[in-house]
Every structure is written in structure tokens, then in C-alpha cells.
């Protein structure tokens, strides 16, 4: 079994089980939406009569970012002083 470091450098690692779930979902939904499936020549939504078309992936992120609030989350004040501006860096 591989160790943490290498399962964190890798593409599909989530710290939170909110994000993983997330990712699967927007695949699952570009799987079933967005992917034209080459045997059936038609996304797998619209072979069942879900969808009426291919939807492209801007269609997708708009769906997806309209379940979203619109309220912008605050961050807390504490975490906004962990960053500082080093001056005269490297030259």
C-alpha cells in the first residue's frame, strides 16, 4: 500500500470528505451528461430520456454553481494573518 505523502500528491486526494464527495459528483454528472458514449452515440442521460441533449461543460458548472448560496462564506480573521509579504525577496 502506498503511503500518505504519495496518496496526498496524487490527483484524486481529498482531505474533506465534503470535497471528495463533491468530485465524484461533478465526474458522475459529466459521465452521465457531458460524455458521449461511443456505443450508444449519445450521453447516457439522453439514452434513458433524462436529458434532451449533450450538454457542454459550461452548461454543467452553471447547474452545478446555481445549487450553491450566494452568500460569499466569511473567513475567520485568525486565518488571513497565517500569509505575510516578505520585502526585498530573492534578487
Known sequence: MPST???RMANGFSKQVENHAAAVSLYVAHYNLCRVHETLRATPAAALG???RVWSVG???DAALATQPIDPVVTAPDRRKLFRVIE???A
Open 50 to 52: 433524462i436529458a434532451d
Open 88 to 90: 526585498g525577496g530573492r
Open 5 to 7: 505523502t504519495a496518496l
Open 59 to 61: 452548461d454543467l458548472l
